[in-house]
């Protein structure tokens, strides 16, 4: 027997023997009332205290910034690697361009100097030249243009306009490069000798064209933009005028020796200083 608590119906009084096990009280009306020295507290519930779950967010958070901080990072430099390959690609294009246009220059006259009357075929200065070439096959239209490189501020610019044309305003300029610290052109051709002479930034004679032309640029800091020295050597065999001033000397010297060799003809002595025999012939006075 079980000794069980009185159920509703006994008025909560005395005490109720159950005739069966605990498992049969409910279906008598009574509970069964635990042993003395068998009473234990109910366990409490299991959960995080406020400072474990503020420290859990912190961590997340640092986490999370460093992922953060990671992608920006990476973005970057891909940003930068792609800047630089741009960088690259531009100054290899410029410089395949500016070598290809200035080995074709022509020797035609694109003005005239109202001075002397000679011919201006190429003009070179410090910051800029003219010179007539034919364009790319892309670009032009038919026939030779007069194309102009000029480092305007921070930028080489390249002008072009049809040779013959009714038209002699240059259109808008197309830049190659921007960004330049400072730049000069310098030029390279036949001193009086006949040897190759030193470079110079002007060129004085605007009735020839130079052998040689030198283009160095230097970008402004922080581009990443490195220029190598351009040379580029002019074709010498476009010309007769170019093929003289490089055989026999400066177009003054040649003017010289035509005016000398003509006075000795007048005077009947030959340019070598031997005067020609009467008759025409070594036989004509017998």
Known sequence: MIRCAEGPGAGGRGVAMCPRPPGNCQATGCRPRPARGDWRPAPAAKGFTLIEVVLAMILVGMIIAIGIGGIRMSRQAAEAGEHRIEAINAVRTTQEFLRRQLSRVLPLAFDVDRTDGRNIIFVGEERE????????????KGGPYVQRLAIERDRLN???????????????????????????????????????????????????????????????????MHWPLLEVPLLIDVGGVNNAYRFFGSMDRIKEEMSINQ???????????VRPQRGGHPDAER
Do not use: C, N
């Open 158 to 224: 390249f002008y072009h306009r049809m040779l013959i044309s009714e038209d002699e305003e240059e259109g808008e300029p197309v830049t190659l490069l921007d960004r330049i610290r400072r730049g000069r052109f310098e030029y390279r051709g036949i001193d009086e000798e006949g040897k190759l002479g030193d470079w110079d930034d002007e060129w004085e004679d605007p009735a020839r064209t130079p052998m040689m032309v030198r283009l160095d640029l230097e970008f402004q800091d922080g581009t990443h």
């Open 129 to 140: 030249l003219t010179f007539v070439a034919p364009m790319p096959g892309y670009l032009s």
């Open 263 to 273: 006075a000795m003809l007048q005077g009947g002595a030959q340019p070598g200083g």
